[in-house]
């Protein structure tokens, strides 16, 4: 069972679902059906970045049922992080 990690602590929007795992992985939850695109990996991105300021050393993972653009995808595992 992963548990909910609180955005403020990472100055992330309250929106933001973030989860850890037992392992240590944060992964970064998108729930929705719409797909995501270019904008929305810049954002995706953005929050991974500042993940990293405070826990450099954990992976970070995005988890999402929409589909994702072929470029935005390669953008993604470009910058580290890992879409399951």
């Given amino acids: 069972m992963n548990k909910r990690i609180d955005p403020a602590e990472f100055n ?3 929106r933001t679902v973030l989860e850890e795992d037992q392992a240590g992985q944060l992964t970064l939850v998108l729930d929705r059906k719409s797909r995501i695109i270019m904008a ?10 500042r ?3 405070k826990r450099s050393d954990q992976p970070i993972n995005l988890r999402t049922t929409a589909p ?4 935005t995808a390669r953008y993604l595992t470009e910058n580290n992080i890992k879409i399951i």
């Fill in 12 to 14: 992330l929007p309250a």
């Fill in 40 to 49: 929305d990996g810049r954002n995706i991105v953005a929050k991974a970045e």
């Fill in 51 to 53: 993940i990293r300021i």
């Fill in 68 to 71: 994702i653009c072929s470029k």
